[in-house]
């Protein structure tokens, strides 16, 4: 099984590989067994209106998508690319980002896991929302794909 790491240490392996990280202050809120959360301030990531930046938006949904199949994997060489990615902007975001991944059922990661084993490669649909009040402001899906 994996290691559980706190929030600090997956803080700085993000801030590590990928330094938008750092410009756009994600900070991980939570990583718990069933999902991870990543935030983001405003003043970091906002738009000419005030509210967030579509792009910062996506970037961060992205990002908690990574960050989770990251952890599930275990692999610290593994690469993991994004290979495609939908989203939809329901409503705009006012103050702080909140980015949830629900980790998908254990179903889906084993067979995940099963063909990353066999094949070095592995491809897997995760889903992250954009929460501000309980209302869900961004709906991202995206395919990721592992390479070892």
Sequence with gaps: MKPHLLPEDIEAFLHGKIPVTKAMEIRVESY??????ITAPLAANHN??????GGSLAAIATLAGYALLWLELGD???HIVIRSSKVSYDRPVRGEIRAVCVRP????LTRFR??????GK???K????????????????GIYVAIR
């Design 76 to 78: 610290k060489e593994a």
């Design 126 to 141: 995760l889903g992250v929302t954009i929460v501000e009040e309980d209302n869900v402001c961004v709906d991202f899906e």
């Design 105 to 108: 059922a254990e179903s889906t």
């Design 32 to 37: 718990e067994d069933d999902r991870l959360v």
């Design 114 to 119: 099963k063909n990353y084993e066999r094949s």
């Design 48 to 53: 000419h209106l005030g509210t967030a930046f």
């Design 122 to 124: 592995g491809r897997i």
